[in-house]
């Protein structure tokens, strides 16, 4: 049996069991007093280094429903995105730079809105015209300074790089007065030649030195070492902050880390349940929870509210498309259960036998249970604790959020928190752009024929931007299949689906059911050399180089919840690849002069 931390305790009082005093821990849930100890800053880039990770794509109103909650995690410096990758990531820096930059309450100062540029001027104006809004802003430009980046990747010599990054960081400090430079590949670099970079960075006007491990090669002892040679051997190195961003190759990426910062690293740079490149980067819970459980080992203070980390983690998760591996530390789903029975008779005896630190200090206490007699204040209340109040305050989608949650209650007894946040993403962060299209109904038969093969016939109702119905139907080998080849009918734009995922939100027959997807855009004319028409569902392995979208959907009919994500993937290609008209299919997505997801194709 399974036993969670907060279920146990429950069980232990029912039972009339003696449970005994709390002890003290390693960890509080109190923010420690600050002290004379040193700050520790917490750099987040979830939004754009973790977004890199493959069919992680977000939509603008994702990405700002994401820096609102890091802002109330309590980050430092949110990398909102890569401004000059397209006019979406650009408007996605800015609104969060208008909207977020200000917020100061429950925080000791603004978040730092930063934005990513190459060395070049052009890539340099685009980010400190997204970022300038923001009270707090940074430019963050980065050039790869390893001889095998230099010489297969840029084809520019040692002294053409210095002069490169030394004009870019100039450039910068004329606009900005934060800046950020980072030596790609600096792991796999020549000391050396890494202090004369560095060494030039710094006078040029670089206020933050950022190390970046960009292939994950390094161990920590190595990586530390690095960073305090840097830190002796630079000309001002003791007056900048020097930064870490580790990639989690060889499954080291938070042990760097963590050793950089005994090595005299003052700002890591991490992302929620370790998204990334490859195997992602620096998870930031690891880090966060490693620095205030063990304070004897790094005596430094975060300024992040620990009480909202699974909150932020569910989050991302969910608009990212990734869920969270169920053993990963601190957010996963087993971080705070135990299975073997001498966990369960210690863990009953005293929580402490096998926790590090409580489930409540990292936000993993009991749900509050919602049913269909829960009132509105009731919901927008749990609204507000689930760390959504912008929404909760917004009436229009705070009574369509209502009627939803109504919906599910009348068939199911009992809504949870995971309900809600799944009726969150489908409702509320699916693009709303002038191409979307939303469901309106489905209607489904199946049977089988003399031959024990499935045929099902769907009929769906989708609604256009301009308030048209259109009906199609469909015949499929199941009804998945007949539901997909119904709404290509309508919506008309060929794709690859290259996952297709089924969970259970919460347990229970009358569960919720989420369907997750992956799309990619497929050129109509290999769809025709195929001899394939626009209903055919065409499923395929992803391929490199495409971008791919991601779709969500929750019902209590798991043909309805797939139906849903198969729609909303589809307006995400539609608002993010910049289809003009997803009724004509005249414009072959992979024309060169096209742009999709910040790179042309």
Known sequence: MLLSRVHAAGCARRAGARVAPALARAFSAAVPARGDKEKLIIFDTTLRDGEQSPGATLTGKEKLLIARMLCRLGV???EAGFPIASDGDFEAVRTIAQEVGGITEGRVAPMRICGLARANEKDLDRCYDAVRHAPLNRIHTFLASSDIHLQHKLNISRAVCIERAVSAVRHARS?????????????????DFLVELLDAVIEAGATTLNIPDTVGYTVPFEYASLIAHLKAKCKGGD???????????????????????????????????????RAGNTSLEEVVMAVRTRP????YHVDIDTTQIIRASKMVA???????????????????AHEAGIHQHGVLKHAATYEIMTPE??????????????????????????????????????????????TVADQKKHVTDADIEAILADRVANPAESDSWTFESLQLTAGTDGKDRVRATATIALVDAQGTEHVEA?????????????INRIIKIPVNLVQYNVNAVTGGKDA????????????????????ESHDGVTRSDKAKGVPTYTGHGTSTDIIVASALSYVSALNKLIALGSVANPIKVSVALNSPDRILDGKAV
């Open 175 to 191: 606009m900005c007065d934060n800046i950020e430079f980072s030596p790609e590949d600096a792991g796999r670099s020549d000391r």
């Open 361 to 406: 200090s990292v936000g993993a206490d009991s749900a509050l249970i919602l049913g269909k007699h829960s009132g509105k204040a009731a919901f927008k209340q749990r609204l507000i604790a689930l760390g959504y109040p912008e929404i909760a305050q917004d009436e229009a989608q705070l009574e369509k959020l209502v009627s939803e949650f109504k």
């Open 296 to 299: 004897n080992h790094y005596p």
């Open 474 to 486: 469909a015949i499929g080998s199941g009804p998945v299949e007949a539901t997909f080849k119904a």
């Open 76 to 78: 430092d410096v949110c």
């Open 512 to 531: 919720l059911g989420g369907v997750l997807v992956h799309i990619q855009p497929r050129d109509p004319a290999d769809a025709a050399e195929d001899g």
């Open 318 to 336: 969910l608009y990212t498309g990734i869920p969270v591996q169920p053993n990963k530390a601190i957010v996963g789903a087993n971080a705070f």
């Open 239 to 277: 007056a900048i902050i020097w930064s870490t961003h580790c990639h989690n190759d060889l499954g080291l990426a938070t042990a760097n880390t963590l050793a950089a910062v005994q090595a005299g690293a003052r700002q890591v740079e991490v992302t929620l349940n370790s998204l990334g490149e």
